[in-house]
């Protein structure tokens, strides 16, 4: 008689115990040592939730699916939150089925741990602008699942682990504002659509096929990177954003990058080289060429760009009366010409230029016909020497 009554109080025991979903101890204990690393600097509190009397799936950025901790999200995502202080404990490691990971901007500081890299199972791994050092661990390429690695604004040094160039499911590489130095290794995942590593110390040059087609934004500015980029640029058909500036790549700029689906086509201050013929009209609203050896005519092609830089350069020839058109119908906002080698432009000298719109002339060779504002860099010199103008001509 007894067993007919122990049974359904052992079933109903069961079924409480599955139900109440017990955070597996390993995640409880690797959540406990997390907590113990870290402080709310002042103004947060983000670990007022974190009472371990409590279940800890219920604390502020924990996140899980049955007993196991899936998403850990650490710091008050609010804009303006202060953030966290103190370092991050290696038990993150132990989350084994942990498939996010961020931190809010903050102050924390220390290496990103190894043990980052047992997390079999992240599809996304976001720490960012805070202090952390050290290398990338290169065991972030046996993570096949990432899709998005966010590390920009901290202090990371060493190279780019060319590991990390195989994830094959990598859609979002974001390593700017770091102090990352060596070569940008090949990325083969053809999903990859955001590579951001501006502002750090990377040099060499990059292959032809070293990254991939699906990209729609690229930005390497304010690096050391050499070498001829044509082949590589006309294979990027899709890309949106293009930022190479500050760089000291070479070698021509192919006309047909003009024609691909861009907002921004940023390649100042680097030693690009030869003519600029775009194949078609140029419909990127802002265009920078400048301070470079670019050479020849100007193309009516450009026309149509609204905010064009093409200063500091080596044109030469008159300016193409479209220009002008353009410019007085206020469609034109920005047209920087000076520090170039042209001959002329067709404007009356009683011209009004919009007030919307800014034109810049001088140190060519030529007088221009139009007395207007230029930037304070441009110097006061109104025309280029004769000798200079002659040299070239010859």
């Not at 907590?35 to 974190?50: A, C, I, Q, T, V």
């Not at 609203?285 to 609204?306: E, F, K």
């Not at 140190?363 to 139009?370: E, L, S």
């Amino acid at each position: 008689m007894g067993g007919t009554n122990i049974a359904p109080f052992f079933f109903f025991f069961l079924f409480f115990f599955y139900v109440d979903a017990i955070l597996d101890p390993v995640d409880f204990l690797s959540l406990q040592s997390i907590r113990k690393d870290l402080e709310d600097m002042p103004g947060s509190n983000f670990f007022s939730s974190w009472d371990f009397t409590a279940d800890p799936c219920s604390f502020s950025g924990v996140y899980c699916d049955s007993d196991k901790v899936i998403a850990l999200n650490l710091g008050d995502p609010r804009a303006g939150s202060p953030g966290l202080t103190g370092r991050l404990n290696p038990a993150i490691g132990n989350l084994s089925a942990l498939a996010e990971f961020t931190v809010v901007p903050g102050r924390i500081y220390g290496k990103l741990p190894l043990s980052v890299t047992n997390l079999k199972n992240l599809r996304f791994l976001g720490v960012n602008r805070n202090f952390i050092s050290g290398d990338i661990p290169a065991g972030l390429g046996d993570l096949h699942r990432l899709r998005t690695i966010d590390l920009s604004y901290n202090q990371l040094t060493g190279i780019i682990p060319p590991e990390i160039g195989t994830l094959p499911e990598l859609t979002n590489m974001l390593l700017c504002h770091n102090r990352l130095s060596g070569s940008i290794p090949r990325f083969d995942s053809q999903t990859l659509t955001r590579l951001d590593l501006k502002h750090n110390a990377l040099t060499g040059s990059l292959k032809p096929d070293s990254l991939p087609s699906s990209l729609r934004y690229l930005s390497l500015s304010w690096n050391k990177l050499t070498g001829s980029m044509d082949q590589l640029l006309n294979r990027l058909d899709q890309i949106n954003y293009l930022d190479l500036s500050l760089n000291q790549f070479t070698g021509p700029i192919p006309g047909r990058i003009f024609s691909f689906p861009l907002t921004n086509l940023q390649l100042e201050r680097n030693q690009f080289s030869g003519p600029v013929q775009p194949v078609d009209q140029v419909s990127i609203p802002t265009v920078d060429l400048s301070y470079n050896r670019l050479s020849g005519q100007i193309s009516p092609m450009l026309a149509s760009v609204q905010n064009l830089y093409l200063n500091s350069n080596r044109f030469t020839g008159r300016v193409p009366a479209s220009f002008v058109n353009r410019l007085l119908d206020s469609s034109i906002q920005i047209l920087y010409l000076q520090h170039n080698y042209l001959t002329g432009i067709e404007i009356s000298p009683t011209a009004v230029i919009p007030e919307r719109s800014s034109l810049c002339l001088q140190y060519n060779c030529m007088v221009p016909p139009v007395d207007t504002p230029c930037p304070l860099r441009a110097g006061k010199q109104k025309t280029r020497p004769t000798a200079q103008c002659n040299e070239w001509r010859g």
